[in-house]
């Protein structure tokens, strides 16, 4: 057990991050004293995304300032939920970081000797694997997550959820030589300081728009790979829809009118008249 967990209280994945009266603040919008632990868990799971310190304590505000934002105590009843939901946020946060300011990853292989060398081996391993990987074995073999707030976090029902995570495992596999249960057993360098207050967003900045990414009717963000395949299924329902709408036009569409049938007999009369 690391020292970051043996400060936790109750078991693995039981992670209060702070007070039931920060908690209640947050309902308010107001801001918000960080306890070091809650701290110290989303860093841990930036720096794993990032593998470097600079941005994964930026990345750690940001989550925060974003979670007191988010909050709301109906959608998150039980503290068991708060790791994975803070998890999820620091996710996003962290690869969209990636996407927006490329962070130089030094390889382990050059860290010889060096304490935080394990750490870097499972950075290296990690950032081999798609984002919704990543998470799903962050929360299960580092906090113990149940299987009821990894589906919410990733947003599928749970015999999906567990073909995900025997994917997950067999590609870690294949980039590392470290068993998965080095997660719960390493932990990142930390030589900064890390969050201790934050402020909340205003609502215009937690907008789509501004953060790049939705978020469900559970109130955990939309993980990448699964908006990808939500949007993947929306579009081919909608040109399903577009194609069956013009076959129906087409085949109720009335066809060119036919000359009208002249009797050459009445012709014939009336001409005679």
């Not at 967990?5 to 308010?28: L, R």
């Not at 720096?47 to 959608?75: C, G, H, M, P, Q």
Request: glycine share 2%; with cysteine; hydrophobic share 40%.
């Amino acid at each position: 057990m690391t020292s970051t967990q043996s400060q936790m209280s109750g078991e693995p994945g039981y992670f209060p991050p702070v007070s039931p009266h920060d908690w209640s603040q947050m309902q308010h919008g107001e801001s918000l004293a960080i306890s070091p632990n809650a701290a110290r868990m989303v860093y841990d799971v930036c720096w794993f995304i990032l593998k470097d310190e600079d941005a994964a304590l930026a990345v750690t505000a940001t989550t925060f300032r974003i979670a007191i934002s988010r909050f709301n105590n109906n959608k998150l009843p039980k503290p068991e939920a708060y790791t994975s939901w803070l998890t999820s946020i620091a996710s996003n946060e962290a690869h969209r970081r990636l996407e927006e300011n490329r962070v130089v990853r030094h390889s382990s292989a050059f860290l010889e000797g060096d304490p935080a060398r394990a750490a870097h081996f499972l950075a290296d391993a990690l950032s081999e694997l798609r984002a919704d990987y990543k998470l799903l074995l962050i929360l299960r073999y580092r906090y113990n997550t149940s299987s009821e707030y990894m589906s919410k976090a990733l947003d599928m029902r749970p015999r999906r959820l567990a073909k995900l995570l025997a994917s997950a495992r067999t590609q870690f596999s294949e980039h590392s030589a470290h068993s998965l249960t080095t997660l719960a057993e390493t932990n990142p360098p930390l030589t900064g300081q890390l969050p201790t207050r934050v402020e909340p967003y205003g609502k215009k900045q937690m907008k789509r728009a501004a953060l790049g990414y939705e978020w469900l009717r559970s109130d955990f963000p939309l993980i990448p790979e699964r908006d990808e395949v939500r949007t993947k299924w929306i579009t081919f329902a909608l040109t399903l829809l577009i194609v069956f709408m013009v076959s129906a036009v087409i085949i109720n569409s009335p066809g060119p009118e036919r000359p009208a049938l002249v009797d050459p007999a009445a012709v014939v009369e009336s001409v005679d008249e």
